[in-house]
């Protein structure tokens, strides 16, 4: 006798992250942060709202694993330091230049300084595993990794909220030569 496979109630919905993060930035992009709830990405995800909920616990869950999947891992490349730091601050300014992305990233920041829980998901799951792959690549201590950190991404964010554009490209070299004389 052949064992039956067991079914699931329901349709598979293996998709269902890569349609929500991308309903999620598309809608950022659109509404902006604010404008982008829980009810407004599930209907542009085309799923109910129960089903975000079953995922992510709030907005700033799902905003930072969307973030954790939009940005992926930081590529440290380059045959010296110099190279390894440049290709990292020019990574960080493509990302946070995509559409939705950079608005998504200062948003859910903004609401983790009243929001302690969220702080912790920041913090553990999108910000350890980068300053783990920049002190391991730099050779640097901590304290001057989240001081990378802290002013690569504050100045693009800044920029992108104070222009409503990403950085020129002049101004990340320069942002660029700034870092590498600091970290000598």
């Known amino acids: 006798m052949q064992a039956s496979t067991p079914t699931t109630a329901g349709r598979p919905r293996s998709d269902v992250n890569v349609t929500v993060f991308a309903a999620t930035l ?5 509404l902006g942060y604010t404008g982008a709830t ?3 990405i599930a209907a542009a995800a085309g799923v109910a709202k129960t089903t975000l909920y079953r995922r992510w616990p709030s907005k700033g869950a799902l905003i930072t694993d969307c973030l954790l999947d939009a940005f992926g891992p930081v590529p440290l490349s380059g045959s010296n330091r ?3 730091i440049s290709s990292a ?8 230049s995509e559409p939705g992305a950079g608005a998504a990233f200062a948003g859910v920041f903004s609401d983790a300084i009243n929001d302690p ?15 783990l792959a920049l002190r ?8 001057r990794v989240l001081l990378l950190i802290d002013v690569v991404t504050g100045t693009l964010l800044h920029r992108m909220g104070m222009t409503g554009e990403p950085m020129a490209e002049a101004d990340i070299a320069t942002l660029t030569d700034m870092i590498l004389n600091a970290l000598r």
């Open 89 to 96: 601050i020019r990574w960080i300014a493509d990302k946070i």
């Open 117 to 131: 829980a969220l702080r912790g998901i920041l913090a553990t799951r999108f910000q350890e595993p980068y300053r």
């Open 82 to 84: 110099n190279d390894v």
């Open 136 to 143: 391991d690549a730099l050779g640097e201590p901590d304290d």
């Open 38 to 40: 829980m009810d407004r």
């Open 26 to 30: 598309r809608t950022i992009h659109e």
